[in-house]
């Protein structure tokens, strides 16, 4: 997988990029999307978390945390968005990815503290 097939700018080539990010989960190859992952391009990145997200919940949630620091505003709102996504698909794990969430509630771009709120709103209230 050569890194240049994440990337694109709009159109076709934004579709490739998708694509191939979900071959990789498709393939189950997470080592190469969390190589993805400390990409200098943020789109790269975004790809990544999303493919990701579909990917086992044991081997990416680590790494996503990490990402939830990213300094480009747009990764990290992805990464919260893909965490609150497993929250909602896996309760067993939410204790651990709540403080996360409420973290990111506080961010100080609006629209990662919005999509965190959103995304805990989302999880159901525990019994």
Same mark, same amino acid.
């Given at each position: ?60 949630? /680590?790494? $996503?945390?990490?990402?939830? #620091? %990213?300094?480009?505003? !747009? +990764?990290?709102? *992805?990464?919260? &968005?893909? @965490? ?14 709540? /403080?996360? $969430?409420?973290?990111?509630? #506080? %961010?100080?771009?609006? !629209? +990662?503290?919005? *999509?965190?709120? &959103?995304? @805990? ?7």
């Amino acid at each position: 997988m050569v890194d240049g097939d994440f990337y694109g700018n709009g159109g076709e080539k934004r579709i490739v990029g998708d694509r191939a990010a979900l071959a990789l989960v498709r393939h189950n190859e997470v080592s190469a999307l969390s190589n993805a992952l400390g990409s200098d391009n943020a789109m790269v990145r975004i790809r990544a978390v999303r493919a990701l997200g579909a990917c086992g919940v044991q081997a990416i949630t /680590p790494k $996503l945390v990490e990402l939830a #620091k %990213d300094l480009e505003a !747009s +990764v990290r709102k *992805e990464v919260i &968005r893909t @965490l609150g996504k497993i929250g909602r698909e896996h309760p067993e794990i939410r204790d651990e990815l709540r /403080p996360i $969430l409420e973290v990111a509630t #506080k %961010d100080g771009r609006r !629209s +990662v503290s919005d *999509e965190a709120v &959103r995304m @805990l709103k989302r999880w159901p209230e525990e019994n």
